[in-house]
């Protein structure tokens, strides 16, 4: 089969695409960045221009829809959980909604896939500022506190927390070579958060913290 442009310009435009979400995620040093994108936008897109000349005369269609599957499995390898929060959710959306631009662009519609390639960076670049102001309004963050064991630790803590104005709760308690260590699950804003810590450093009865 002859190639022609207009066989060019869907991998260009996915190139472009993928370039595009893959500068952004590289910026913020994420798993998934600059090759990556481009890769996943133009595999995408060539799948798609490929399913109705390989396909099935009946369900040419099938080839382009077990591309939603097989980025899913991409999308998991860069989604890890830690100790108290799972990382990477961000990173696999981005990978899922890149195939789907791709996918957008071997199918011909280029310029769906460049508006909603726009859309796609305003929500990536310039939402964060958005999402970091709620984040002020608003924390939850895991404390870890060590005291010397003695009766009524977690009352004193509880006081502590009641005095910031802090929503708590207690997740796990061990004792060790006297000392109890309990992991508490905290919210509320950030200036309150700042507030318990600074009565943490200065309490004689803490060992140690972290969050």
Not at 53 to 74: H, K, M, Q, T, Y
């Amino acid at each position: 089969m002859p190639i022609s442009w207009s066989h060019a310009e869907p991998l260009l435009v996915a190139m472009l695409i993928g370039a595009i979400i893959g500068a952004e995620r590289e910026y913020r040093t994420k798993s998934a960045g600059f090759r990556t994108m481009m890769l996943i936008s133009m595999g995408a897109c060539l799948y798609t221009m490929l399913s109705p000349l390989i396909g099935s005369d009946l369900a040419p269609e099938r080839i382009a829809s077990n591309i939603v599957v097989g980025i899913g499995f991409v999308g998991a390898g860069v989604i890890f959980k830690g100790q108290d929060h799972t990382h990477g959710l961000t990173t696999a959306a981005s990978i899922w909604v890149t195939a789907a631009l791709g996918m957008a662009a071997g199918a011909g519609h280029t310029r769906l896939a460049l508006l909603a390639t726009a859309l796609v960076f305003v929500v990536m670049a310039l939402l964060p500022a958005i999402e970091h102001r709620i984040d002020l309004l608003n924390q939850q963050r895991t404390y870890r506190i060590s005291m010397k064991l003695a009766n009524g630790e977690a009352q004193h803590l509880e006081h502590l927390f009641k005095q910031c104005r802090l929503r708590h709760s207690i997740h796990t308690q061990r004792r060790y070579d006297g000392v109890v260590e309990t992991t508490w699950y905290v919210d509320g804003p950030l200036r309150r958060h700042q507030q318990l810590v600074k009565l943490l450093m200065h309490d004689a009865h803490v060992l140690s913290f972290s969050y």
